[in-house]
């Protein structure tokens, strides 16, 4: 990077980078496509990746992998992770390295961290940017990571992030169909290594994932953060059993699995003269992860809670519960779609935070029909109860401890 092109990045920190791309007349001496990709990089960084954000000359890879790397919450929590199973020191490899986010957090809990990846560019940033990061001993090696595999010597733990993106650029979400193929490369993942980690799209249904391992998977991590979904993490290695952990902003919760562990929730819930019966009691809506896992049957037994409905995923309760993975309201009003019972329901409420579960309209349907604006302090939840009727539960939000 030249002098030109560092006061260029430097002047235009905060700058639209599309309008920047578009601008005519190149400044003499800077690197246009380069400078657009660290301002981009810079500014998604502040976003995900805070930490590094505020080291001075870290190098940022073009979009692509700047937007398929893990955020910075994520990574942290996998770095966890891997220092639980592998209790600090050991090795670690990394066979699908990218722009490093993954490996950075976890090399520093092993005494010998090697990034494997095949684009002489990523490796190029990798080797600039590790030493900024504290980890100057890493090694970087440009190498296709299947055939790194086949040639390297044993590890603690082996970092698999398959690409899920095709030929032509398409996403895609198959274990099968993502390069590489880690169901192909099983065995000789367990061969090489006491643990295989593998990151997975949030998109795959976790229960078939696990089956086509093969037996071989250990942990199951869903991984939420901001109420999103990120990733879905597996991990292979020796033993029996098989945890799964719902991870949603750092609070896990976790279950041995069985099949009655996931399965779907009582046929109804405890609402007596429903809908009415349901005002004062306590609702509570699981977080994205716990709806990821589906283990609706375990929520009722270890909480005392009852399904609303089998499908309509949202429980209660007579008395408050301590420790649910999700948010907490108490119905304050209910209310059948007859115009009486909304107009009754809904009275002196101009906007609020609508939200559908198994229901037969969308939010934006729902709102037009209430003519209901957005935000506040109201929550509503328009859903289905076990007999089939449509009811809306006006609730406030109860902060949980």
Known sequence: MNEETLAFIKANAGADVRRLALQAGRPAGVDIPFALDQIAGRQAARRKLPSWAAVEGLVYPPHLSMEQCS?????????????????GGGRLVDITGGFGVDFAFMAGSFAEATYVERQGLLCDIARHNLPLLGLGGAVVVCADGTEYLGRMEPADMVYVDPARRDAAGGR????GDCTPDVGALRRELLLKARWVMVKLSPMLDWRKAVADMGGSVREVHIVSVGG????LLLVMGEGGGLAVHCVNDGHDFAFEYDVAAVAGGAAGGDGGDVPGGLAGMWLYEPNASVMKAGCFGLLERRFGVRALARDSHLFASREPVAGFPGRAFVVERATTMNKRGLKAALQGIGRANVAVRNFPMTVDGLRRRLKMGEGGS????ATTLADRTHVLLVCSKVSQS
């Open 71 to 87: 955020g910075e919450a994520a990574a942290r929590y996998k770095a966890g992770v891997a220092r639980r199973l592998c209790g």
């Open 172 to 175: 895609t979400f198959a274990i």
């Open 228 to 231: 999103e979904c990120k990733e």
């Open 378 to 381: 109201v929550y509503i939840f």
